[in-house]
């Protein structure tokens, strides 16, 4: 007798739900998209045990007769598709016709529904894929849906659930991701009885944005839009300040379709290179439009992977649209100062604690007033400031004062590090080399740019050795080593000399800058291409050119840093992305001390 059997039909079902149900959270992902589907405009979620013990979903879409309500639940069953040509063009978020199917066959399941020209409902109720006839039911038209006790016949399955917080978490998350692709759905979110989040619809995107997330994301969101070749792009970029350690907050949808894509997570990183640090992942809010037929959904069981027929299109477009915005943009760091509600701002004791405040600061600048020294680095010298009331009997050209005026505005270094200076409505505080850096790093790019760096022979060539695997990348690498201004040459078995070094790193140490740069180009791990890896090289230049924090500089040296921050773009970060720039406004100020 043959070893191969037929499975039943509830066999294949609860097999088929191993791909498609994980856990609680994706019966509501599955069960919402069906009411969107139906075109509902509301949604209520009601959940218990963190879907543990109920998951209920209930909508105001068209609903179904007693027919069709009973063979939803069969096997592959949708009036999403007839035809293979279907699936060359499909817009709707579910049509494989196997969730439901799936659902049922791990759990009970009750579901009740009313077309709106029907005088009455229709029940059906199925045990694990037993399933009852339809019956007349009293309720409002639309669906309601009721998952009891998932996996209570799967026991294997079951204990591999988390803790109830665990999977509410999961259910959060999903309709997270529905929300904000159907901001004008009206949609509820119950826990146990107690409401999480009622979300009206018409909703703005921001106001839902900062009601599901929190007010700080929709205060600190750049807003960004394009349209080319058929495919139209809407961005919420979120600003350095909100940037998170993993990208948990980088959501992008397709043709309201929430997915997950490597190359346009890729295209993010490198529209924010840069502007945040390495470490760090933006929050990004993407929805894209494009011809449902310029993509497959059908690639997973739970359509969140997409296969796009011109990879290379998008990847190009998401980066063009996200890089022209951020690099067009000021992301210099707004500061906030904590709020403190010790004392009330009208009493005695506020108007004491104000006084010893103010007498602190004032102390604090009088310790850190700059001091001259002849220490210098490579910036345009220009005549020192003259002091707005030199003392009697001294000479106003050598004249050193606890603040000094650039222009109109005031400045000192504190721990020769950072310069506090002036500005409009409060006072900037300037991290002296993270500022620095981005200068130099904007002078290298204009220059490479136009042609290789300007280099100057070296009076004695610097020696050092490597291994072959290191030649081999200075060999591979001529072309970039020209443009930076580096001559190296063969000066005996496996070692090399420097010739030659750009004019621009003159402060820099030749041989620590090149032995550093020959570990970036044997970095395989890096995986950069050829404009990437410049750009790693010159930001490295840069760091290792700039001030270093510690260094004490002329009131010249102040101001002329101070000028051409105001002169460069992208003044308010480093070539790694770190802030140069962190403001503090009066308001905030104004708060600290009482007066508002």
């Known amino acids: 007798m043959g070893q191969i059997v037929i499975l039943d039909q509830n066999m294949i079902n609860m097999i088929a739900a191993g791909e498609v149900i994980e856990r609680p959270a994706s019966v509501v992902k599955e069960l919402v998209e069906n009411s969107i589907d139906a075109g509902a405009t509301k949604i209520i979620i009601s ?43 499909i817009s709707t978020l579910g049509f494989r016709g196997e969730a439901l199917a799936s659902i049922a066959s791990i759990a009970q399941v009750k579901a009740i529904s009313r077309t709106k020209d029907s005088p009455s409902a229709n029940c059906i109720e199925i045990d694990c894929g037993n399933k009852s006839n339809a019956s007349p039911a009293s309720a409002d038209y639309g669906t309601t849906i009721q998952v009891r006790d998932i996996f209570y016949k799967l026991p294997a399955r079951r204990k591999f659930l988390k803790t109830a917080n665990t999977e509410m978490e ?14 004008d759905l009206d949609m509820t979110l119950i826990h146990n009885g107690k409401e999480l989040y009622r979300l009206p619809g018409k909703q703005n995107i921001r106001q839902r944005i900062a009601e599901l997330l929190s ?56 529209a924010y290179r840069g502007c945040i640090e390495p470490n760090r992942f933006p929050a990004v809010f993407l929805f894209i439009q494009m011809p449902c037929e310029n993509y497959d959904v059908n690639v997973h069981p739970t359509k969140i992977e997409v296969r796009f027929y011109n990879t ?57 007033q700059p001091v001259q020294t002849q220490q210098q680095f490579d910036l345009p010298q220009k005549k020192r400031f003259v002091p707005l009331h030199p003392p009697a009997g001294q000479v106003a050209e050598s004249q050193t004062v606890p603040s000094l005026r650039a222009g109109t505005r005031e400045f ?13 409505d409060g006072f900037i505080i300037v991290d002296q080399h993270a500022l620095h850096e981005r200068i130099i790093y904007e002078d ?21 050795q490597l291994t072959d695997i290191q030649a081999d990348a200075i060999g591979a690498n001529e072309e970039l080593l020209e443009k930076l201004g580096i001559e190296l040459a063969p000066f005996g078995p496996k070692t090399y000399a420097i010739q030659a070094f750009p004019t621009l790193l003159a402060k820099v140490a030749p041989l620590d800058f090149v032995q550093d740069l020959i570990d970036l180009l044997t970095d395989k791990g890096l995986g950069l291409d050829a404009e990437e890896l410049l750009d790693e090289v010159l930001s490295m230049a840069a760091c290792k050119a700039a001030i270093k924090a510690g ?33 503090f406004t009066m308001a905030e100020l104004e708060k600290q001390f009482k007066r508002t």
């Open 47 to 89: 959940i218990e045990d963190g879907g543990r013990k109920l998951i209920s979903v209930t909508d105001n879409g068209c609903g179904m007769d007693g027919e069709d309500l009973v063979l939803a639940f069969d096997s592959h069953t949708t009036n999403k598709i007839k035809t293979s040509k279907d699936l060359q063009g």
């Open 170 to 183: 999961h259910i959060t998350e999903h309709f997270i991701r529905i929300a904000l692709a159907k901001d």
């Open 215 to 270: 007010p700080e994301f929709g205060e600190n969101l750049i807003e960004t839009e394009s349209s080319e070749k058929d495919l139209h792009i809407f961005a919420l970029l979120g600003k350095p300040a909100i940037s998170r350690t993993n990208n948990k907050f980088q959501y992008v949808f397709l043709n309201g379709r929430f997915i997950r894509d490597k190359f346009i997570s890729h295209a993010i990183k490198e």
């Open 312 to 368: 290379n299109l998008i990847h190009s477009q998401v980066l063009s649209a996200l890089r022209q915005k951020l690099l067009g943009t000021n992301l210099q760091t707004q500061a906030k100062l904590p709020v403190t509600k010790v004392m009330e701002s009208g009493s005695p004791a506020a108007h004491h604690r104000s006084q010893e405040i103010a007498d602190a600061m004032a102390e604090f600048f009088k310790k850190h």
């Open 412 to 424: 000192l270094q504190i721990h020769d590090s950072f310069i506090v200076a002036e500005a409009d």
């Open 444 to 464: 290298l790019c204009g220059r490479i740019q136009k042609s290789s760096l300007e280099s100057q022979k070296l009076l004695i060539p610097e020696s050092f």
């Open 551 to 583: 260094s004490k500089l002329t009131d010249n040296e102040i101001e002329q840093l101070l000028a051409d921050k105001e002169r460069i773009e992208r003044a308010s970060r480093c070539p790694h992305g770190r802030p140069t720039v962190i403001k």
